[in-house]
C-alpha cells in the first residue's frame, strides 16, 4: 500500500529519533555508566580465543614445598643467592625477582646475594615498589633494594594496581620510584619502552597454566634441567598461599602475582596493546544499527541484528588480538541492542496503531485511518454504500460476505487509480478521489464496475451500491449524500449541505438524558383484548416525549437515535420502572392485567442491561407472570445464541416473551420453535385487510394454526374496524390491538376503562 506523506515523514522522524537516542546512550557509556556491561563481557573477549604461553618466560615459583622445605621466613638470602648461580650457569637470558628485598637482614646472607648478583653481571633485576604509608596515611612511601644489591642489578617496578573492583586488569610500563623512572617487570622483560604510569591492558587470553614453572627448591638443588631456562627470562615470586602475595584477575579468577607479571610479560611480547577510543566504536556501532532501523519484516530485523552484533564483535576482537588495541565493546553491543529495543518497541507502537487503523473483518483501512489520511486540502471523498448488507449477511454468511466486500474494493481501486479504499462503516467503503479528474467521470466509471456481479465461492452476488460525494473533510456529509441517494433512486448524490435534520437529531439526543430526570419521559399503554372474553387482558407500553420546547415528539424520531447513540438502555429502565409502578397499583385495585415492554435488540447482549432488569425486578412486587417482553423478529436473528440465553433468562423469572411485528422479518420455523416465545404478534400490515383479501387471511389464518400448534398465543395489531375484529374472532386468534380497541391512553384513562369493565360484568 502505498504511504501518504505524512506516514512517511512519521516513519522517518522516529528512525532519527532511534538513532539519536542510541548515540546519546552510547555518549553515556563513554562516561562510566557501560563499565559494569564491559566488565561482565570480559569472559567473551578473552575465553573464545584462549591460546598457551610463548615460553619465553619461565616462573621460578617460591610454591607451598618449598617453603616447607625452608621453614622459614623471609628466607634466608643464601637461597636467592644459589639460584641465580643456578640460573646463570644454565643460561638464562634474564632473572627478575617478585620478592621484598628492601629491608636489610642477615649481613652474611646478603653478603652471599650481593656477591651473586656481581657474579651475574647485570643479569639480574630485583623489585621496587611504592606502597601507602598506612590506611589513615595518604602518602606513599617507595621500597627499594638495600644499595649493595644496586650496582650489580636493574631496578624494576612491581607495583599491581587493581581497578576499583579489586579485579587486574592492565600493568604500568613504568613507574617512578624515589624520583627515577624505572621500567615495570614486564617491560623490562619484554624490552618495551613507555611512559611512567602509562598502562597497558594485559591479554588474559593466554591460559596461565601454559606458563611453564619450576620449583624454587629444584633449582636451588640443581634438579632442572638447564634448557628449561636457557635463553628464556626467568621470574622468581611466590605462589604459595600463605605468602599472600595473589590477586583477583579479570576473567582468570585468583591468581598468583607472580603468575600475572609473567602474563604481562606475555602480552608485550607480541606488542604494547593500546586502548582505542569509545567514540570510534559508537560510530561503527551506529552505521552497523542503521540497517536494522529500516528492517521492515521480522527476519530481516534479526538477521540484521544479528549480523550487526557478530561484525562488531569482530571488528573490535580483530582489533584487539591482531591490532593490539582494545576498543570498549560495551558501548557498540548497547548501541546496537538499544537501536534494536527501540525499533521493537516502535514496531509494536506501530502494530498497535496499526490495528487501531484497521477494519478487523476486512484487513481494510478503516475511518480513523481514512481521517489520517484525508488531510491533503482540496480532496474530495466518495462513500459507497452497500444497500442490501444485511440481506447478503443471511444469504452469505460472514465469510463471504467479507470476500464480496473485498471484491467491491478491489473494482474501487482499479475505477479511480488509487489503492486506498477504506471501510468507514459496516456498509459504507470510502476512497479518495483523484483531484485531476472531473468527478462525473469518475462516477461513470465507478458505476460501470459496481453493477456488475461480484463472484463469491463461485456465485455471482449481486452489490445494490449508490455512492454520496463530498469534500474529505466532510465523510458524514457524503454518507448523507449516499442516503439521498437511496431516496431519489439515483446512482450517486453530491451532498448539499443541508444539516438542520442531523442538527436537531444530535441536539434532541443532548436533551434525552435530562428528559428522563425531568418527567418529560411518559408511559401510555395501549390495551389488548382477550377475544374469548371481550375483556382487557394486556396491555403494551408505549413511550411518550412531551418536549417543554417542541411539544409531543414522535417515538419513531427519538427512539432509532436513541438505539444508535446507546441510550436505549436508560430510557427502557426507566419505562420498565415506570410499568412496575403502574402495575403494582393496578394489581392492587384487583386488575389482573399483563403489562408488554419492548426490549431492543441491542439490549438482549448488554450484561449491565440485563443486570438492572433483574434489580428492579427483584425490588419490585410485581411478579414475573405480570410482565411480557416484547422483541423484534431481527433482534432475535441477529445473534440467536445470544438472544435465546436472555431470553430463557427472562422466561425463568416468569416473564412472558412475545415476537412483535412478526412477518415482517426473515424468521425462520427454526427460530421460531427454538426461541423461548409465549406469544407472537402478527404485524398490521397483514391483519388490517386480512377480512378483505384472501392473501392476507390465508397468511394471518395459517400463522395462527401454526403458533397454536406450537403452544403460543397470538396478537393482532391494527385492528381498526368491526369487520376485522370480527375476522380475527372466527379463525380464533386470542387477542386484538389497534385503535378500534383503543389508542395508548394514560395510566389514568386505563385505570378508569379497567374499572368500568369490571363494573359491567359485576
Given at each position: 500500500?502505498?504511504?501518504?506523506?505524512?506516514?512517511?515523514?512519521?516513519r522517518?522522524?522516529?528512525?532519527?529519533?532511534?538513532?539519536?537516542?542510541?548515540?546519546?546512550?552510547?555518549?553515556?557509556?563513554l562516561?562510566?555508566?557501560?563499565?559494569?556491561?564491559?566488565?561482565?563481557?570480559?569472559?567473551?573477549?578473552?575465553?573464545?580465543?584462549?591460546?598457551?604461553?610463548?615460553?619465553r618466560?619461565?616462573?621460578?615459583?617460591?610454591?607451598?614445598?618449598?617453603?616447607?622445605?625452608?621453614?622459614r621466613?623471609?628466607?634466608?638470602?643464601?637461597?636467592?643467592?644459589?639460584?641465580?648461580?643456578?640460573?646463570?650457569?644454565?643460561?638464562?637470558?634474564?632473572?627478575?625477582?617478585?620478592v621484598?628485598?628492601s629491608?636489610?637482614?642477615?649481613?652474611?646472607?646478603?653478603?652471599?646475594?650481593?656477591?651473586?648478583?656481581?657474579?651475574?653481571?647485570?643479569?639480574?633485576?630485583?623489585?621496587?615498589?611504592?606502597?601507602?604509608?598506612?590506611?589513615?596515611?595518604?602518602?606513599?612511601?617507595?621500597?627499594?633494594?638495600?644499595?649493595?644489591?644496586?650496582?650489580?642489578?636493574?631496578?624494576?617496578?612491581?607495583?599491581?594496581?587493581?581497578?576499583?573492583?579489586?579485579?587486574?586488569?592492565?600493568m604500568?610500563l613504568?613507574t617512578?620510584?624515589?624520583?627515577?623512572p624505572?621500567?615495570?617487570?614486564?617491560?623490562?622483560?619484554?624490552?618495551?619502552?613507555?611512559v611512567?604510569?602509562?598502562?597497558?591492558?594485559?591479554d588474559?587470553?593466554?591460559?596461565?597454566?601454559?606458563?611453564?614453572r619450576?620449583?624454587?627448591?629444584?633449582?636451588?638443588?640443581?634438579?632442572f634441567?638447564?634448557?628449561?631456562?636457557?635463553?628464556?627470562?626467568?621470574?622468581?615470586g611466590?605462589?604459595?598461599?600463605?605468602?599472600?602475595?595473589?590477586?583477583?584477575?579479570?576473567?582468570?579468577?585468583?591468581?598468583?602475582g607472580?603468575?600475572?607479571q609473567?602474563?604481562?610479560?606475555?602480552?608485550?611480547?607480541?606488542?604494547?596493546?593500546?586502548?582505542?577510543?569509545?567514540?570510534l566504536?559508537?560510530?561503527?556501532?551506529?552505521?552497523?544499527?542503521?540497517?536494522?532501523?529500516?528492517?521492515?519484516?521480522?527476519?530481516?530485523?534479526?538477521?540484521?541484528?544479528?549480523?550487526?552484533?557478530?561484525?562488531?564483535?569482530?571488528?573490535v576482537?580483530?582489533?584487539?588480538?591482531l591490532?593490539?588495541?582494545?576498543?570498549?565493546?560495551?558501548?557498540?553491543?548497547?548501541?546496537?541492542?538499544?537501536?534494536?529495543?527501540?525499533?521493537v518497541?516502535?514496531?509494536?507502537?506501530?502494530?498497535f496503531?496499526?490495528?487501531?487503523l484497521?477494519?478487523?473483518?476486512?484487513?481494510?483501512?478503516?475511518?480513523?485511518?481514512?481521517?489520517a489520511d484525508?488531510?491533503?486540502?482540496?480532496?474530495?471523498?466518495?462513500?459507497?454504500?452497500i444497500n442490501?448488507?444485511?440481506t447478503?449477511?443471511a444469504?452469505?454468511?460472514?465469510?463471504?460476505?467479507v470476500?464480496?466486500?473485498?471484491?467491491?474494493?478491489?473494482?474501487?481501486?482499479?475505477?479511480?487509480?488509487?489503492?486506498?479504499?477504506?471501510?468507514?462503516?459496516?456498509?459504507?467503503?470510502?476512497?479518495?478521489?483523484?483531484?485531476?479528474?472531473?468527478?462525473e467521470?469518475?462516477m461513470?466509471?465507478?458505476?460501470?464496475v459496481?453493477?456488475?456481479?461480484?463472484?463469491v465461492?463461485?456465485?455471482k452476488?449481486?452489490?445494490?451500491?449508490?455512492?454520496?460525494?463530498?469534500?474529505?473533510?466532510?465523510?458524514?456529509?457524503?454518507?448523507?449524500?449516499?442516503?439521498?441517494?437511496?431516496?431519489?433512486?439515483?446512482?450517486?448524490?453530491?451532498a448539499?449541505g443541508?444539516?438542520?435534520?442531523?442538527?436537531?437529531?444530535?441536539?434532541?439526543?443532548?436533551?434525552?438524558?435530562?428528559?428522563?430526570?425531568?418527567?418529560?419521559?411518559?408511559?401510555?399503554?395501549?390495551?389488548?383484548l382477550?377475544?374469548?372474553?371481550?375483556?382487557?387482558?394486556?396491555?403494551?407500553?408505549?413511550?411518550?416525549?412531551?418536549?417543554?420546547?417542541?411539544?409531543?415528539?414522535?417515538?419513531?424520531?427519538?427512539?432509532?437515535?436513541?438505539?444508535?447513540?446507546?441510550?436505549?438502555?436508560?430510557?427502557?429502565?426507566?419505562?420498565?420502572?415506570?410499568?412496575?409502578?403502574?402495575?403494582?397499583?393496578?394489581?392492587?385495585?384487583?386488575?389482573?392485567v399483563?403489562?408488554?415492554?419492548?426490549?431492543s435488540?441491542?439490549?438482549?447482549?448488554?450484561?449491565?442491561?440485563?443486570?438492572?432488569?433483574?434489580e428492579?425486578?427483584?425490588?419490585?412486587?410485581?411478579?414475573?407472570?405480570?410482565?411480557?417482553?416484547?422483541?423484534?423478529?431481527?433482534?432475535?436473528?441477529?445473534?440467536?445464541?445470544?438472544?435465546?440465553?436472555?431470553?430463557?433468562?427472562?422466561?425463568?423469572?416468569?416473564i412472558?416473551?412475545?415476537?412483535?411485528?412478526?412477518?415482517?422479518?426473515?424468521?425462520?420455523?427454526?427460530?421460531?420453535r427454538?426461541?423461548p416465545?409465549?406469544?407472537?404478534?402478527?404485524?398490521?400490515?397483514?391483519?388490517?385487510?386480512?377480512?378483505?383479501?384472501?392473501?392476507?387471511?390465508?397468511?394471518?389464518?395459517?400463522?395462527?394454526?401454526?403458533?397454536?400448534?406450537?403452544?403460543?398465543?397470538?396478537?393482532?395489531?391494527?385492528?381498526?374496524?368491526?369487520?376485522?375484529?370480527a375476522?380475527?374472532?372466527?379463525?380464533?386468534?386470542?387477542?386484538?390491538?389497534?385503535?378500534?380497541?383503543?389508542?395508548?391512553?394514560?395510566?389514568?384513562?386505563?385505570?378508569?376503562?379497567?374499572?368500568?369493565?369490571?363494573?359491567?360484568?359485576?
Amino acid at each position: 500500500m502505498r504511504l501518504p506523506p505524512l506516514r512517511l515523514r512519521m516513519r522517518s522522524r522516529s528512525s532519527l529519533f532511534i538513532m539519536l537516542a542510541a548515540a546519546a546512550l552510547g555518549l553515556a557509556t563513554l562516561t562510566g555508566i557501560g563499565g559494569a556491561v564491559e566488565r561482565a563481557l570480559e569472559p567473551l573477549r578473552f575465553g573464545l580465543f584462549d591460546k598457551a604461553a610463548s615460553g619465553r618466560t619461565v616462573v621460578v615459583e617460591m610454591d607451598a614445598a618449598s617453603a616447607a622445605e625452608i621453614r622459614r621466613w623471609p628466607w634466608p638470602r643464601g637461597h636467592y643467592a644459589t639460584v641465580i648461580d643456578h640460573l646463570r650457569r644454565a643460561g638464562a637470558a634474564s632473572i627478575v625477582f617478585d620478592v621484598d628485598l628492601s629491608a636489610s637482614s642477615d649481613p652474611a646472607e646478603d653478603a652471599r646475594l650481593a656477591a651473586a648478583l656481581a657474579r651475574s653481571d647485570g643479569l639480574v633485576a630485583l623489585p621496587t615498589f611504592s606502597q601507602q604509608a598506612s590506611a589513615g596515611d595518604r602518602r606513599h612511601l617507595d621500597a627499594l633494594p638495600p644499595a649493595a644489591f644496586r650496582d650489580h642489578a636493574a631496578l624494576v617496578s612491581v607495583s599491581v594496581a587493581p581497578d576499583t573492583d579489586g579485579l587486574v586488569r592492565s600493568m604500568p610500563l613504568a613507574t617512578i620510584t624515589a624520583g627515577t623512572p624505572r621500567p615495570s617487570l614486564s617491560s623490562y622483560i619484554a624490552a618495551r619502552q613507555g611512559v611512567a604510569d602509562e598502562s597497558f591492558p594485559i591479554d588474559f587470553s593466554i591460559d596461565p597454566a601454559t606458563v611453564p614453572r619450576l620449583s624454587f627448591v629444584a633449582v636451588e638443588a640443581g634438579r632442572f634441567d638447564p634448557a628449561a631456562v636457557r635463553g628464556r627470562n626467568v621470574v622468581i615470586g611466590a605462589t604459595a598461599i600463605e605468602m599472600g602475595d595473589r590477586y583477583a584477575a579479570s576473567y582468570r579468577g585468583v591468581l598468583p602475582g607472580v603468575v600475572i607479571q609473567a602474563l604481562a610479560a606475555e602480552t608485550l611480547f607480541a606488542g604494547v596493546p593500546g586502548r582505542g577510543t569509545g567514540v570510534l566504536t559508537l560510530v561503527v556501532s551506529l552505521l552497523l544499527a542503521l540497517p536494522i532501523v529500516h528492517a521492515r519484516r521480522v527476519a530481516a530485523f534479526a538477521q540484521r541484528f544479528v549480523a550487526g552484533v557478530a561484525m562488531l564483535f569482530a571488528a573490535v576482537m580483530a582489533a584487539q588480538h591482531l591490532l593490539l588495541v582494545h576498543y570498549p565493546l560495551a558501548t557498540g553491543l548497547l548501541v546496537i541492542a538499544s537501536v534494536a529495543a527501540l525499533c521493537v518497541a516502535r514496531d509494536i507502537v506501530r502494530r498497535f496503531r496499526a490495528e487501531r487503523l484497521v477494519d478487523e473483518p476486512t484487513g481494510l483501512p478503516n475511518q480513523r485511518a481514512f481521517l489520517a489520511d484525508a488531510a491533503e486540502p482540496g480532496a474530495t471523498v466518495a462513500v459507497v454504500q452497500i444497500n442490501n448488507l444485511e440481506t447478503l449477511s443471511a444469504v452469505l454468511g460472514t465469510d463471504q460476505l467479507v470476500q464480496a466486500i473485498l471484491r467491491a474494493a478491489e473494482r474501487l481501486r482499479l475505477a479511480s487509480a488509487d489503492d486506498r479504499v477504506y471501510r468507514v462503516r459496516s456498509h459504507h467503503l470510502a476512497l479518495l478521489l483523484p483531484a485531476d479528474q472531473p468527478v462525473e467521470d469518475t462516477m461513470a466509471a465507478l458505476r460501470a464496475v459496481l453493477l456488475e456481479p461480484v463472484e463469491v465461492a463461485g456465485r455471482k452476488v449481486d452489490l445494490a451500491v449508490v455512492v454520496g460525494v463530498s469534500a474529505a473533510d466532510d465523510l458524514a456529509g457524503a454518507a448523507l449524500a449516499a442516503e439521498a441517494a437511496v431516496h431519489d433512486g439515483v446512482f450517486w448524490r453530491r451532498a448539499s449541505g443541508e444539516r438542520d435534520g442531523l442538527e436537531r437529531a444530535v441536539s434532541l439526543m443532548g436533551e434525552l438524558d435530562a428528559a428522563l430526570g425531568n418527567g418529560e419521559i411518559e408511559v401510555h399503554y395501549q390495551p389488548k383484548l382477550c377475544l374469548a372474553t371481550d375483556r382487557i387482558a394486556s396491555v403494551e407500553a408505549l413511550v411518550r416525549w412531551r418536549h417543554p420546547v417542541r411539544g409531543f415528539t414522535p417515538p419513531d424520531l427519538f427512539i432509532p437515535l436513541a438505539e444508535q447513540t446507546d441510550r436505549i438502555g436508560p430510557l427502557t429502565l426507566h419505562v420498565l420502572t415506570t410499568v412496575l409502578r403502574d402495575t403494582s397499583d393496578w394489581r392492587a385495585r384487583g386488575h389482573r392485567v399483563t403489562a408488554a415492554v419492548n426490549i431492543s435488540a441491542k439490549l438482549l447482549a448488554a450484561p449491565d442491561f440485563i443486570a438492572a432488569v433483574d434489580e428492579l425486578l427483584a425490588r419490585s412486587d410485581v411478579p414475573g407472570e405480570a410482565l411480557i417482553f416484547e422483541v423484534t423478529e431481527s433482534a432475535a436473528m441477529s445473534d440467536h445464541a445470544t438472544a435465546v440465553a436472555t431470553l430463557n433468562h427472562y422466561r425463568e423469572r416468569g416473564i412472558a416473551v412475545s415476537m412483535d411485528d412478526y412477518g415482517t422479518g426473515q424468521s425462520t420455523l427454526s427460530y421460531i420453535r427454538e426461541l423461548p416465545l409465549n406469544e407472537l404478534k402478527i404485524d398490521r400490515s397483514f391483519v388490517q385487510h386480512a377480512h378483505e383479501r384472501s392473501d392476507d387471511a390465508a397468511l394471518v389464518r395459517s400463522t395462527i394454526e401454526l403458533a397454536h400448534t406450537l403452544g403460543l398465543k397470538v396478537v393482532a395489531e391494527g385492528i381498526e374496524d368491526a369487520a376485522n375484529l370480527a375476522f380475527l374472532k372466527s379463525i380464533r386468534c386470542d387477542y386484538a390491538q389497534g385503535y378500534f380497541i383503543s389508542r395508548p391512553i394514560t395510566v389514568t384513562a386505563l385505570l378508569v376503562l379497567l374499572q368500568g369493565e369490571a363494573a359491567a360484568a359485576a
